[in-house]
């Protein structure tokens, strides 16, 4: 048997999952023709002034009108520089069709019907753009999202579905968290007695007069695996951490941790300028060793730390990156922090397509001051969130989220609305990730990354937004049960009868922590983690010395008062922006931000570079100004209003750079080549270990057991040439397939200590038979493929016979070791490992010697240094006079 290891699984794909149009989304409902009632909404807010109210029936950029008011359709607000932007649009609400549904009698969901060939849930389900009242939601068995619409019966997941129903359920996608670093979960808050910094190198080396603060790296892979724990329970299914463990959290960041996506992994870069020895510069650009534009050109995602603080030096840094051979402001850049930063700066990413990644928590914690997001907003560059670590950050997202949305409330007068606060955990970060072709949404064909919210006493967005771990009713990773209330992860439906029961702030529910880490235990890793910080706090409890989320320094030390609105240490009379906060940083050489010294600050100014707000409104949802949103557009960073996409593959044509269709991922796939040529090394087309590959109409002849981390299938084509199988490995993913199967698959080529296999595969059934068109290879002489044998490596992963054998070794390894294997004619090995951890399938080695059989069928398999031949079920074994599988 082949020792476990851990790498990233794979990702199955039904045919139906390549041919559904995302852009059908855009239009309405994404699939079917089903009628409805929609409206649009401005999302009810702070009061104050606002501005002035958008075109009537959209919400428009304001609409804020007085104390606490909901936003209009169109209505007047205030002074435009006085309030900020008001309300923002809150999307499409579809009023779908049917009678209410009816909540259980206990919990927000229930399944209210078993079936076989998909799952529909029933509820409120927030799409990109659009938020369906009464919707469905509908996953396929591949864990794939088949359907977004008011009615999902016409998808091939509903002809015998099992049905969730949650009247008061809002169904929302997994949320990612775009900025942690998870190697220093072993930290719990570090309190600084009130000091401020106005540059990271700051606290980070010390500086006269201002503390270092430590911080303790490296977590043990218990305590890393308990943070990501922590970051589930609060709805998160995906993270930038800089790090990570297998299971739980796909870590977007880490190559062969990213639970299956077929996507390349961001590359996290903290210290972007070589400057992790301290360097703070205010002027020149003689850093250390400066990312030149040409180191990230490939990239699909890049993550730099910069400008973090509030300093000239701060501020250099970004000078320093923004333009010639070390510009790294680009489309795949999403710059962590940004709070150093102008106006010009800003606008410059607008330009670029590039993205911020707000910690505000963190960033107010240390510095009393953080990114300029309102004025980031107004120049339409989206906005993902967050926490940064524990130390100086929120603990989990939902606690970041509280802070963005206190802030938005308290200090940004309701800039942003619910729906744009959500986006910031869920679009934008995946696009932030550069997995925005496969996470952070609902629609067709994504990754079945789900989350539940209770949504009694809080609807839509801000269901979301107010949650706690309490409220969080159901997180899904692939379809796959991560977190949730007790009887709905129990039930078969989900399959977690045996998740670890965890009761939380009074409510029963279950973490399937050993179900997903191949038996690391709950108790195990809270107990690693737990010696640092707790794993969750109440939603109505602070958390022990939170770090806060107040902005505080000596010149603002009082904070909101009657005559300083937005607690900036500025007197409304003299404050350029009364309602949005907007301090004196010492970047800005003595003044309030004001590029067109029009007396309207920055961060207040619906036009901050026109002094007669002439200019053109942006929006951060639409960064290509097509007028198709970010989530449903197809080429978000090229304007093509038509959404032509010609291969259906949902990479519009004017973006699509591959000449084969690439659904879910950036890269294009490989032209398909036959096993003979991955696996023969005198092939002249033999591709180098992890080179992409792709074969097609192959048929899948065995299945590793369903355990552990070394899961997989072995795939032949029906040429029965020698060298035409292959083993795929999936890791800890329960392959999707059946013996029989015809299946088209793309990954990488690897040779794994000798067998030759497909890994991170993207697997298509094209054809569901469960029977092969061709039987095994009878071998005449066992000898020619036992170890060492002429035809020995060229039948590997193949389905052969051999026949009229008998046992020469009871033990193939004894007497050192028993792995249940035994040997016969020809010196040829019988191995179990296909059929172990099956019911009285084990081989007991209890046969004697000379024990004779008709035949032997199995796939000839490679480990430790040993050809084998492995039966895959009892049938494959007709034995003569003795059973060698356990009775």
Known sequence: MRPPRFTRPSLFLCTMALTLPLAAIAAGCAEGGTSMTTTSSSSAGPGGAGGQGGVGGQGGQGGVAGEGGQGGAGGQGGQGGAGGSGGAPSGVVIECPGAPLTPPPQGTCAVVKQGTSGTIFRGTVLAPDQTFHRGELALDTTGSIACVDCDCSASPAAADPTIIECADGVISPGLINAHDHIGFANNPPKTHDGVRYTHRHQWRKGAPGLPKISVNGGASGDVVRFAELRFVMSGATSTLG???????????????????????????????????????????????????????????????????????????????????????????????????????DFAEMRKDFSTVVWSPRSNIDLYGNTASVTLLDTLGVPIALGTDWVASGSMNLLRELRCADELNTLHYDGHFSDLELWRMVTTNAALAAGAGDIVGMLKPGYAADITIFDGKDRKDHRAVIGAGVEDVVLVLRGGKALYGDDKLVIDPAFGGSNCEPLPVCGRDKRACVAKDLNGITLNQIRTAGEAFYPLFFCNDVTPNIEPSCVPWRTEYANGITAEDDDGDGIANDVDNCP????????LDQGAQADIDGDKIGDVCDACPFDANDGCTSLDANDIDADGVPNGNDNCPEAANSDQADADADGHGDVCDPCAEPNFGTPLCPPKPMLIEVIRNPAHPEHPAAGSAVAIKDVFVTALRPNTGNSRGFYVQDASLKPFSGIFVFTGSTAPQVQVGNRVSITGEYEEYFGLGEITTPIVTVDEASTTLPFGPIDVADPATIATNGMFAEGYESMLVRVVNVAITVVNSDGPAGDYDEFTVTGNLRIDDQITDAALNMGLNNTCAVGSKFTSITGVHGYSFNHFKLMPRSKSDVVFVDCDPFVP
């Open 579 to 586: 309602k949005v906060f907007n301090p004196i940083r010492p």
């Open 242 to 344: 800089a790090g990570g463990q297998a299971g739980l959290l796909r870590n977007l960041d880490v190559q062969g941790r990213m639970e299956g996506l077929p996507i390349p992994p961001a590359d996290s870069d903290t210290f972007p300028l070589g400057d992790s020895g301290g360097l703070m510069l205010e002027s020149g650009c003689n850093y250390p060793s400066p990312t030149a534009a040409t180191a990230i050109a490939d990239l699909e995602a890049y993550v730099p730390h910069v400008s973090e603080g509030i300093d000239k030096a701060a501020h250099n840094e970004i000078t320093c990156q923004i333009s010639g051979a070390n510009d790294i402001v680009q489309p795949q850049t999403a710059i962590v922090h940004a709070i150093g930063f102008n106006a010009d």
